[in-house]
């Protein structure tokens, strides 16, 4: 995975762009309405999102995979972002309870053991009231069923990745013990409908 990642930055400098995604944007006003301070962002990339939220006055930290996509990020943010380096599946990087965790189009690219100890670590670093919020494939999203089937709604997408794609029963049996206040499919982005995720919030 890390290779993966360390190429595909490497090859393509701005491969989403520079804006904020739309959810970020939704996520922003959650946070704001509850007067949410800090955020831990699994799966930082070079910071589109996270420049959102740390423009806001939100105290932003991250772990990013890409030793490429943190020298980018670093280029909006000052020293006082910390930006872990590894994969999401060695966390906790840090003792820091967060009050918001949000984990954008990223745990869908794991296996399921790996998904859990996901969840469960961003649960484990929330402070009480806390929210982590995760945005994930659908099966109702167009790339459902392109490439290799490798199990249940499972696929190897053309591009190599392992794609998982979430629907209410895998929503319930991985998040249904965190206590979930709200799980809706959403267009992401909000113009297309073709592709759809999971917007996913739990409280602690």
Not at 9 to 16: C, I, K, V
Request: aromatic fraction near 12%; hydrophobic fraction near 35%; proline fraction near 3%.
């Amino acid at each position: 995975m890390i290779e993966f990642w360390e190429s595909a930055y490497q090859s393509n400098e701005r491969m989403w762009g520079e804006n904020p995604t739309d959810n970020a944007r939704k996520v922003l006003e959650l946070m704001q309405k509850r007067n949410i301070r800090n955020v831990l962002i699994p799966g930082f990339g070079y910071g589109r999102n996270a420049k959102l939220f740390y423009e806001e006055g939100i105290d932003v930290t991250g772990i990013e995979i890409s030793k490429t996509a943190i020298e980018r990020a670093r280029k909006h943010f000052e020293g006082d972002v910390t930006i872990h380096f590894g994969s999401v599946t060695d966390m906790p990087f840090d003792k820091t309870q967060y009050e918001s965790i949000y984990c954008y189009s990223l745990i869908h690219l794991l296996n399921k053991a790996d998904r859990l100890k996901l969840i469960n670590d961003c649960y484990s670093q929330l402070k009480d009231n806390g929210l982590m919020i995760f945005v994930a494939l659908s099966i109702n999203d167009k790339r459902f069923g392109l490439g290799e089937k490798l199990e249940r709604n499972t696929f190897r997408s053309p591009q190599g990745l392992n794609l998982y794609f979430y629907d209410e029963e895998s929503i319930k049996d991985e998040f249904g013990h965190y206590n979930i206040v709200e799980a809706k499919e959403v267009n992401e982005p909000e113009e297309n409908p073709n592709e759809k995720h999971w917007m996913i919030i739990c409280k602690k």
